[in-house]
């Protein structure tokens, strides 16, 4: 499965953004990590196929995921950007065994820069 993401860019800090990430078959638990630049790779949040979602601390609140099966499509909302969220955003599309999710294949990846 091929994963393309899509929707990044650069926005003002307290603005809102919708990531979309097109997968060319048929997708499992799917998630959205990000990498700032110096800093180690981090979840944002995941999905269950079943639609049940999952957030770090750091992510509830201003993140949203969700999905649409029948497009193969999942979706990241963010609200309130921060300078912080500057990073590239990666979709992932993974599994769960029992309450762990283990991603499987990558995206390349769409920047989102946010400016003060």
């Known amino acids: 499965v091929q994963l393309q993401a899509s929707g990044g860019g650069l926005v003002q800090a307290g603005g809102s953004l919708r990531l979309s990430c097109v997968a060319s078959g048929s997708i499992d638990g799917m998630g959205w990590y990000r990498q700032a630049p110096g800093k180690q790779r981090e979840v944002v949040a995941v999905i269950r196929s079943d639609g049940i979602t999952d957030y770090p601390e750091s992510a509830k609140g201003r993140f949203s995921i969700s999905r649409d099966n029948v497009k193969n499509t999942v979706y990241l909302q963010i609200e309130s950007l921060k300078f912080e969220d500057t990073a590239v955003y990666y979709c992932?599309?993974?599994?769960?065994?029992?309450?762990?999710?283990?991603?499987?294949?990558w995206g390349q990846g769409t920047q989102v820069t946010v400016s003060s």
């Open positions: 992932v599309n993974g599994f769960y065994i029992g309450r762990y999710y283990y991603p499987r294949q």
